[in-house]
């Protein structure tokens, strides 16, 4: 943190061998951790924690009141709704304490994909890019790219476009006009099709 092109607020802490992109805000009562990394432009809200060894891409946006805790990843322009919480040990036991990254397990959150406000991730899952976790959703098996999942636990009610519009039967953006297709990960964008 040699460069100071970023904004930490006077009550937050941002710990030595942090690393903190260019044009990231760090907001009130927020703690970022030695050996985390928060990629450029990303905003992270009041009372956040950010672990040791969390990958933070850019122009992610972190709400109020969000722990991200050691094995979540989060790709670009990443949404994280306020109060909404990643796990990072299945089984946790206070009595045989699990500390150590030989026991978190890995949480990768794709590109673009948006955490609704107290939503739960349990661990071990991965969040496809431009999916859309519901509000309240509890997640507990891994999210094709641009599902949108509700409910505890979350299944999947339609598809969402990368601008965040809900697909119609034929995977067509009403909005935007993106056309998608059915891939093993969940879908992709046709791009030849936004051309023509």
């Known amino acids: 943190m040699s460069e100071k ?66 094995g979540v990843e989060l790709g670009d322009y990443v949404f994280c709704g306020p109060s909404m919480v990643f796990t990072n040990v299945p ?31 349990v661990c071990g899952h991965s969040i496809g890019a431009h999916a859309f976790i519901a509000a309240g959703s509890v997640v507990t098996k891994d999210v094709p790219a641009h599902a949108i999942m509700m409910g505890s636990p979350a299944r999947q009610h339609g598809w969402a476009c990368e601008c965040g519009e809900t697909l119609d039967e034929a995977l067509h953006c009403p909005k935007c006009g993106r056309q998608y ?4 990960q969940g879908l992709k964008e046709e791009k030849n099709h936004a051309e023509n």
């Open 5 to 70: 092109n970023f904004f930490v607020h006077e009550s937050a802490f941002a710990d030595d061998g942090c690393q903190i992109g260019e044009g990231s805000r760090i907001w009130h009562f927020s703690h970022i951790s030695s050996g985390c990394r928060i990629g450029k432009g990303c905003t992270l809200g009041q009372n956040v924690f950010v672990a040791p060894g969390v990958e933070i891409g850019d122009h992610c946006k972190i709400q109020n009141n969000v722990s991200i805790y050691e």
């Open 181 to 184: 297709t059915h891939t093993p």
């Open 91 to 121: 089984r946790p036991r206070c009595k045989y304490p699990q500390r150590g990254s030989e026991f978190y397990v890995r949480t990768p959150v794709g590109e673009g994909a948006s955490i609704g406000a107290n939503a739960t991730i």
